[in-house]
């Protein structure tokens, strides 16, 4: 079954501190994994994507890593500002026959002064 | 500006009244969806349309209508909304099917079901 699980569901941090949050998935034959940025009351707006060949890419602050060997990617924050402060959804897509996305839940991420 | 837009962002009502939730985007996409969004849970997919006048079920499309008589508007129809409606919809559009290229959100409207 194609599953996409993310960790921590939410996570408080001060600002200025770096944060990581994971994603795992099951998702096969796999073809490319995004991550969105979700604010409060808004909806989600792509942050990076990656492919099978790729196992990192920067936006920013905002770095992904993708291992596609044992199928997990991490969205590395550095110096976090409160506008960091919002949802953080992991998306993976898989090629067959056309194309199948799977959201992951999100995680929760507080920004605190 | 590029954006998809939908209207309107809140609504309450009550069940079995019919209801239409309207969205639109103006980057020429050819590709539309709409989802749901509860908590604990990642988007769903309700319907998409890959053209004009083309539609198709997604994961959970039970309860729920749509038409895509132009390329720019894709609305969603409820003809008798139930409680477990109750959720914050949101638009999205595409140059071609999600997995290949990159999707656009609305802002999202907050349904409630009483």
């Known amino acids: 079954k194609n599953q996409v699980e993310q960790s921590p569901q939410s996570l408080i941090i001060l600002e200025g501190k770096n944060c990581t949050l994971q994603?795992?998935?099951?998702?096969?034959?796999?073809?490319?994994l995004r991550w969105y940025k979700q604010d409060t009351g808004r909806g989600p707006v792509s942050l990076t994507i990656?492919?099978?060949?790729?196992n990192t890419k920067s936006n920013g602050r905002y770095t992904a890593t993708l291992d596609a060997d044992t199928k997990q990617s991490s969205l590395h924050i550095t110096a976090s500002q409160l506008s960091d402060s919002a949802s953080y959804i992991c998306?993976?897509?898989?090629?067959?026959?056309?194309?199948?996305?799977?959201f992951g839940a999100g995680t929760r991420l507080f920004v605190k002064a | 500006e590029a954006q998809v837009t939908q209207n309107p962002r809140y609504l309450i009502t009550v069940t079995g009244k019919k209801l239409t939730v309207t969205c639109s985007q103006n980057?020429?996409?050819?590709?539309m969806s709409w989802y749901r969004q509860d908590p604990g849970l990642g988007l769903r997919q309700i319907y998409y349309?890959?053209?004009?006048?083309?539609?198709d079920k997604g994961d959970v499309p039970e309860g729920y209508k749509v038409s895509r008589k132009e390329k720019r508007n894709f609305p969603l129809i409820l003809e008798s909304p139930s409680p477990n409606q109750t959720s914050l919809y949101f638009c999205?559009?595409?140059?071609?099917?999600?997995?290949?290229?990159?999707?656009?959100f609305g802002p999202g409207t907050r349904l409630t079901v009483t």
């Open positions: 999205a559009s595409s140059l071609g099917e999600p997995g290949r290229y990159e999707q656009y």
């Open positions: 994603c795992n998935y099951t998702v096969s034959p796999f073809s490319n």
């Open positions: 990656m492919t099978f060949s790729e």
């Open positions: 998306v993976v897509s898989a090629a067959s026959g056309g194309f199948k996305t799977i």
């Open positions: 980057m020429n996409h050819e590709y």
């Open positions: 349309s890959m053209n004009v006048e083309v539609t």
